[in-house]
């Protein structure tokens, strides 16, 4: 998958979450130890979304790729993000977006992984 295709898939599931009432933190938060797709807020959670895009489920669903060693470096950045941010004693939560076709539709959500 090319960056640029990742990045639309990124994009959509931004406009998604900000129509359903979360205000977007920042996107493609990266470090030399991690990464996150998004970080988002609802009321006084924040949310650390991966963005799962695939244009066809012939190899699976983009679910199928979060792994157990996916969901323990979310729960590391998520930690280093809100540590870095003085933000330690926040409700947050893992969560994941499926993208998928050419026209970039949201197949899932999942708020709490």
């Known amino acids: ?8 898939a990124e994009e959509k599931a931004a406009q ?9 933190i920042q996107q493609n938060w990266r470090t030399r130890w991690c990464e996150i797709d998004i970080i988002a ?10 963005v799962k895009y695939r244009s066809t489920t012939l190899q699976g669903t983009g679910f199928d ?6 969901l323990q470096q979310m729960q590391f950045a998520a930690s280093f993000w809100l540590s870095q941010y ?5 409700d947050y939560r893992l969560g994941a977006i499926e ?7 949201i197949s899932e959500w999942l708020d709490d992984l």
């Open 99 to 105: 993208v998928k076709g050419s026209d970039f539709t």
């Open 41 to 50: 807020q609802k009321d006084t959670a924040v949310y650390f979304i991966e």
């Open 65 to 70: 790729y979060i792994t157990t060693k996916k």
């Open 86 to 90: 003085g933000r330690d004693d926040y």
């Open 1 to 8: 998958m090319s960056t640029d295709v990742g990045r639309q």
């Open 16 to 24: 998604y979450l900000q129509q359903n009432c979360f205000k977007i």
